[in-house]
């Protein structure tokens, strides 16, 4: 039995709110249960200096929790003075992830921000915020097509992400915190919406995991990415 | 006329959403116009150095902003590595000003940490900290006293906060940004219930202001905190 | 009684000595008493970057205070890594409170840099920062015309600036340590040698105070004021 | 055909010099062709904060590149003032690699810390550092068992790391720069001497790849680091 | 010729104004020319960790410049985040010389940290604060012997120092910086009232020097430390 | 007697293995005894801001110890965040050293930047860092030469260090750690080919040095160097 009574298969209720911020060119309040990721979408007219004079684009991701967005509070990181290892870690997961899925000569010479931040936490924020990352982008590169900055699109496929874990000896999708605190082995996906595989990370969090567990965890993904996908889809709809 | 068409004396719509975060120990969205600030409150079983083995308790505050609450993308402090001397300023403010209705003795050695973090920004996100603050703060005093884990209020009394200027020559009350980034004089007020002052800012942005300014000011945010006291009061009922 | 035995209207024993550091284009160590804060104004050939290619200068400050000039031994900000949220405080302060008396077109695209370093500390440093760095500043511009880099005078007033306090009950004017620390009000004031206001800002350290106990401090910090706008016109005579 | 000329399931040169250094109670110079990593293992009487007297011990790793490791220098972490967000992901991969063989309770309150500091670099140093410092971690266990400071055997089994990529349409093992830096798809894996998974981490550079591709990759890795644990076993006979 | 028209032997004008600062247990305003050093001596209840339960003391230095002490202004190191490895340097020197000819254990289980600021700089700032920050130790030292804190004299000796250097190819004593900035070599010597040798640097700053330069350099410096010794007596005399 | 058995005149066995990194312009492996240096020399096609357009180059330098190559684990430097005051004054030593013997103008407007990174220490680090960072500054300047990036030599002459140190009472050379951590006084001479003298550092660790001793020390390291000199003449015949 899980925590939420959920189906070993079944996704948290997921929605996606778009447009949640009324400053940003594109943004998104992604909601996975009590897990909520506010992301906004932000064009400036840079790039990292590898690119400049090179007509490619390029699109970046920030990630950040709110001190009290976890059940104990966490300390500021700006008060801290730097960004602890595992944000530096998601905030470069979930930027190849969506530039997984641009092209950026068709983005032209300027980047794209993907702020991500947790305003509730309860497990899987790196994936809400994948999922919901890939809304703001697409919102934000419809405002550049809008004003014809831009002409085709760079936005070449969908792009989502979940989490799976061995959970008291059975495979689940879409963790919880109370879940994820306990789980034998905890995983997180990432595909596009082609189905072509992005980024697989699974980490035996006790004992080793096997490749036939391993097996089940990539099958539970695939069909809950499926199902995201088709949210995301009504989301622009 | 005020680009919001609002009258002198008008306060934008303002709301207050108790209980905004599952996780705290008391929480509020507070929503000024389009400025929302999210204010939670949490308990921390440790004081100050100066304070231990006093027996008195502590209140402190935190401010942030999402990178994109503004117009345009600001840097995230974390990444930054360290909080702007605006930031500083801020939740120092904040934290002065809860601590003037709190009585820390009743507290009890323990800390509450109030973290005011803007999601979305159009002007007067100090004062609305300060308001929404205060409505987390006594939410988790509650929660405290409902554990009795401390037997009588430590809350003396409300504290509000309103801003106010001299726009287009005249004194207005609770500036928007489109006010405040042309205000000739920008000013921060902070009451209590009982209609004792806190806390007066006032800057001259360009000329100098005369005393007879100030006042009417004054005049207008003593009006303006009452009404904030009032729905504050609504807020808890 | 005042600890120091003065009367509640009396300023401490003020002396202005101009050109205290051999190096700066100006200088000023300014002494309320036993408080020493030496000001000095640097030319700096370029503008912060909102100003280039504008035409117009601009003032800033920075504050800093010694480790033992104060009771007992500070840490010292350098070792520490950062400033602290006080410091920023104080020279976003004297620097807005310079700026209000410049016109910065006259000054031309160059940068002066007010330090104000408390040698030795009492109370009052930031006030005595303010109305010492108006005249290290003063010195500087003067020299900048003496060389005919520009040509008419880019200062338009004398700004001077004050504490008062709410001490033992009655309203004070020029708080020195011994009243600071255990002042129930605290206020800082900064006006314009026409009597402009350009800051208010006061703070209630214990209960809250009330319109007319504001309205004593800021009486006592005009006569204050126009005393020191006649010691610095003497000191530039 | 491989720059190196390699077969596909080929592994590098690999060698491993136990008691490298002579101060460390633990050490080996991993080599894997022209990728060179200096693994030591340190004893240190203290545990982080969580553990404090609960008889628990801890294995933590650190890593890092000397600044002309690489083809073209990088700058220094220790003179940037932080570590890079690669750094930090690849420390905490080795970390919990290592963690995964280690009975904390055998190991007694006290933690050894790995540091694995690549001298010269041609690709897979992640994986080199978990290898090299697994044989490094033996070492000084077996220091502390000749002491007698530990009674049985903490370790519960070997643990290493591959790497291997689509390189050129194909699935290769052990990718050195020259592929690294041009593979379409670039995987990590990490296993157990019985043959369980430890950890995966798998990223599409260029198109995303397909379940059959990561297979592939997945049996590669598989008869890879089987070799690396007779190697393992060789060194420590 | 020396710019400054002395004597190849001769110290600029030399004046120590002992109890320069009120608020500190020891203080010296110690001047060598246009180069002003204030040095203060404070008293702490603890010690380096090292030392703790050990019963012996420390002395410990740290250093400053004002920002615009220098010719041109410098950039303040508290805003800068760091100390500089100069100044760094001085520090550690400066807290070298002083416990040179302190008995720890006479001064108990407590530390006297010596500040020196530099006010105004003309060269020879690190000896100057040596020199003075002995006086100001001495100072803070006669307080805690009055107080009866400690029973005997913990100084053994007395320490100052002086800069020599080849400038225009002949040696001489105390150089200030027009002498500084263009000297071949550059050297400090730090010596007892007895005449030992505390510590030697001498620098290369454009051709090698020989050994028969350096002797000369060594003898300059001898006759210039007796003199400074002796003002050191006339001054707590 | 010395620990080490050597007589007071004998360096330890020294060794320099040229090329050790692939990857560098210039490095090499210098040896004294149980204290191992790696030297790399890199081309940076930059100079510092001064001499920009200046047609000069510059040489610098970076020193760092591996966290274990000392007898107790040293804390990482890139971790703390900062490097050490001691790191600092070494990394300006090495620089100033090696700048000593290079001409700038032949160099041309590039700058070579030499690391040392200590492998394993037993006292006399910065040193080896010296007479080995020579060594691979001659390889990068060959390197350059051979592409005919410059034309002439910019090297002027060798430079070594060596330590020296009154030990148990007697004047000894090439300090090692045993005899370094327990030395009365601690010398480092940097002098050139030609015998020049280019750096002297003395220290008194315990009681204050005679005139008569400095000239036994300044006596061993003139031999020393002289014999390292022969060495490095070896190495790159």
Chains 1, 2, 3, 4, 5, 6 share one sequence.
Not at 18 to 26: H, S, T
């Amino acid at each position: 039995m899980r925590p939420s009574n959920r189906e070993k298969a079944q996704l948290r209720d997921v929605s996606f709110e778009m447009g949640a911020i009324k400053n940003a060119e594109g943004s998104c309040m992604a909601k996975f249960g009590d897990t909520h990721v506010l992301c906004t979408a932000s064009v400036e007219d840079r790039v990292p200096p590898f690119l400049r004079n090179s007509g490619q684009g390029w699109v970046t991701a920030e990630y950040g929790m709110l001190p009290r967005s976890t059940n104990s509070r966490m300390r500021r990181e700006a008060r801290e003075g730097k960004q602890s290892g595992r944000t530096q870690e998601i905030q470069r997961l979930v930027g190849r992830s969506l530039r997984a899925v641009v092209d950026m000569g068709q983005l032209g010479e300027r980047q794209i921000v993907v702020d991500c931040d947790v305003i509730q936490a309860d497990g899987g924020t790196r994936t809400a915020a994948i999922t919901g990352g890939w809304l703001a982008l697409y919102e934000c590169v419809e405002f550049l097509r809008s004003t014809e900055l831009i002409k085709s699109n760079p936005i070449t496929d969908h792009v989502a992400a979940i989490s799976c874990g061995i959970y008291a000896g059975a495979a689940v999708l879409d963790l919880d915190y109370a879940e994820d605190s306990s789980a034998e082995t905890d995983a997180n996906f990432v595909m596009t919406g082609a189905g072509g595989l992005v980024e697989i990370q699974a980490t035996a969090e006790q004992d080793p995991f096997s490749e036939s567990q391993f097996s089940e965890l990539l099958g539970l993904a695939k069909d809950g990415i499926a199902q995201l996908v088709q949210m995301q889809k009504a989301a622009i709809a």
